[in-house]
């Protein structure tokens, strides 16, 4: 759980095309747009996710994000949108039984290199 979550980005509109197809499945879409930052809000219209330009600090280092889905069905969803997206796909939607059994995940590379992981725990 978290309060919210912000990454700089160094192209925000790639990572916005990458995070509404990734996190639209979940029911999650931009709820703010300033321009050049974006908040991203579930159902209850509270923005938890935000994404900015990259303007401060030095190299930006690999960040790991995980966001529940409901699902293995959402899972797959996500998955098939990436492709279509083109986006980079580290590991496909599997079982992990090393973590708890009916962990089932898909993870990806988003356009600043993060890995990012949508994940059914059913």
Same mark, same amino acid.
């Given at each position: 759980?978290?309060?919210?979550?912000? /990454?700089?980005?160094?192209?925000?509109?790639?990572? &916005?095309?990458f995070y509404e197809t990734?996190?639209?499945?979940?029911?999650?879409?931009?709820?703010?747009?300033?321009? #050049?930052?974006?908040? /991203?809000? @579930?159902? #209850?219209?509270?923005?938890?996710?935000?994404?900015? @330009?990259?303007?401060t600090g030095g190299a930006?280092?690999?960040?790991?994000?995980?966001?529940?889905?409901?699902? &293995? @069905? $959402?899972?797959? $969803?996500?998955?098939?949108?990436?492709?279509?997206?083109?986006?980079?796909?580290?590991?496909?939607?599997?079982?992990?039984?090393?973590?708890?059994?009916?962990?089932?995940?898909?993870?990806?590379? #988003?356009?600043d290199g993060n890995n990012?992981?949508?994940?059914?725990?059913?």
């Amino acid at each position: 759980m978290f309060d919210h979550v912000s /990454l700089q980005c160094d192209d925000l509109a790639a990572s &916005r095309r990458f995070y509404e197809t990734v996190l639209g499945p979940l029911g999650i879409s931009v709820s703010l747009d300033f321009g #050049d930052v974006l908040g /991203l809000a @579930g159902a #209850d219209g509270v923005p938890k996710f935000w994404l900015g @330009g990259h303007n401060t600090g030095g190299a930006q280092r690999e960040i790991h994000l995980a966001f529940t889905a409901p699902n &293995r @069905g $959402t899972v797959d $969803t996500v998955h098939r949108a990436v492709g279509e997206l083109g986006a980079e796909v580290l590991h496909e939607p599997k079982e992990w039984p090393e973590y708890h059994p009916g962990y089932y995940a898909v993870f990806l590379r #988003d356009p600043d290199g993060n890995n990012v992981e949508v994940v059914s725990h059913s």
